[in-house]
């Protein structure tokens, strides 16, 4: 424990004071009048055309942020001489909706502001953005982040929270970088959004060496027979996938956690929110009250946005999102 919390202490200066660094509200005031009414004019028409664009786009963020800090170093593409962070396997499904409406806002913004702009605000704006058009909370965005100059999928490798991890591997990863367990299931309820592959839960609804059940008894039984029919094919078809809430999928509410309780959770981190001790307490008081849960989210995700960005002269603002310049 007491490395635990050396850890989290130390993980905490990583950090940025908004009020003691180069980030502001309304950083682009004066050199991109225009940059609130572009990001909310893209992220809108994305958003119609491709419903799950803001699922993706949280995702991409996560993935972003959690593992050199909030510096968009996940979109950039890959060369003959550097393997970068979209191309490690965790990172390999993430949708290219996501990707698209970053480019397509940097490409508005570049011929209104030219050379003005960072792809990693445009993310965090994005994943503001979207959140808040699906039904979820606003929260404030702090601007001025720089991008980074280092994307490496060698990098990547547990980072990130993957859906076989236990609760203890999540509570670990998310406390090592600062997060309290109350706010790692805050962020959880990310899953209120989005889709999971079957691949990713697959050893929990079929073949389970339990001579009492062919499938993990934490599931819901009708729950699980349902998936169990949608999910037939996956081997064949690794695109088959299930909504992360099955109740109000693309609606960003406190459903997600009412679910749990129910068995209705799809992953094994899901379902190792409501059985463990230690983060059942959060999941009650957030399936009972949305606004708690959405005052949560909102923090998380404002501290979440402030993990190792680059100011000043650390990064650079890039020409193109997925190429260093």
């Known amino acids: 424990m007491a490395l635990l919390l050396l850890l989290f202490l130390t993980s905490l200066s990583l950090f940025v004071n908004p009020s003691q660094s180069q980030l502001s509200l309304d950083y682009y005031q004066k050199s991109c009048p225009r940059f609130n009414q572009i990001m909310q004019d893209t992220i809108t028409s994305k958003q119609i055309n491709s419903p799950t664009t803001a699922a993706g786009t949280l995702r991409l963020f996560f993935h972003d942020c959690l ?11 890959s060369t003959p ?15 290219g909706d996501a990707f698209d409406v970053v480019v397509r806002a940097k490409t508005a ?4 502001c030219p050379n003005t702009v960072s792809c990693a605000d445009i993310l965090a704006v994005a994943t503001r953005d979207l959140v808040t058009m699906v039904g979820g909370p606003y929260y404030n ?7 980074g100059r280092v994307s490496k999928s060698s990098y990547v490798e547990g980072k990130l929270p993957r859906a076989t991890m236990s609760m203890s591997q999540i509570i670990n990863l998310f406390y090592s970088n600062g997060f309290s367990i109350q706010e790692t299931v805050a962020l959880c309820g990310a899953h209120t959004i989005g889709f999971s592959h079957c691949k990713e839960f697959s050893s929990g609804i ?25 999910c037939a094919d ?23 956690f009412q679910n749990l309780p129910k068995g209705l959770g799809l992953l094994r981190s899901d379902h ?15 399936a009972a009250d949305q606004n708690k849960f959405f005052e949560a989210f ?9 993990y190792k960005v680059q100011t000043g002269r650390q990064g650079e603002i890039r020409h193109r999102c997925d190429a260093f310049n």
Do not use: H
């Open 109 to 112: 913004l570049e011929l209104a």
């Open 272 to 286: 190792g929110l409501y059985s463990d001790s230690r983060t059942r307490e959060f999941v009650q008081m957030y």
């Open 141 to 147: 965005v702090f601007l001025g982040r720089k991008d």
């Open 67 to 77: 593992v050199n800090g909030c510096d968009a170093s996940i979109l950039v593409s």
């Open 234 to 256: 996956y081997q064949k078809n690794p695109t088959l996938s299930v909504f992360n809430d099955i109740m109000t999928p693309n609606k960003f509410d406190n459903m997600y």
């Open 298 to 306: 909102g923090k998380a995700m404002e501290k979440l946005s402030l």
């Open 81 to 95: 001489f550097n393997s970068a962070e979209r191309d490690a396997d965790i990172n390999l499904s993430l949708p």
């Open 206 to 230: 079929y073949n389970q060496s339990s001579k009492y059940s062919q499938y993990d008894t934490q599931y819901n039984p009708r729950f699980v027979q349902a998936l169990q029919k949608a």
